[in-house]
């Protein structure tokens, strides 16, 4: 899946929207681009639970 993170700006950013989703899969494969605020996903969680983990550490993803 892919998202848009509109707050991501930085590896910081990019660090914990990574560690948001593999606290969810450890197995996700994450791959976060704070220039583009974009992160794209492989992961077995839903795409509902990856946007409420997103939430819950603050970096909440945009509709495209």
Same mark, same amino acid.
């Given at each position: ?8 700006? $930085?590896?910081? $950013?990019? +660090?914990?929207?990574?560690? @948001?989703?593999? #606290? ?7 791959? @976060?681009?704070? *220039? #583009? +605020? #974009? ?6 969680? #839903? &795409? ?6 997103? $939430?819950?550490?603050?970096? *909440?993803?945009? &509709?495209?």
């Amino acid at each position: 899946m892919k998202l848009h993170i509109e707050n991501m700006t $930085c590896g910081g $950013c990019a +660090r914990g929207v990574t560690a @948001a989703i593999k #606290s969810l899969d450890p197995q996700a494969d994450v791959k @976060a681009d704070p *220039p #583009s +605020r #974009s992160v794209e996903v492989v992961t077995s969680a #839903s &795409k509902e639970q990856v946007e409420a983990a997103l $939430c819950e550490v603050g970096f *909440p993803p945009t &509709k495209d």
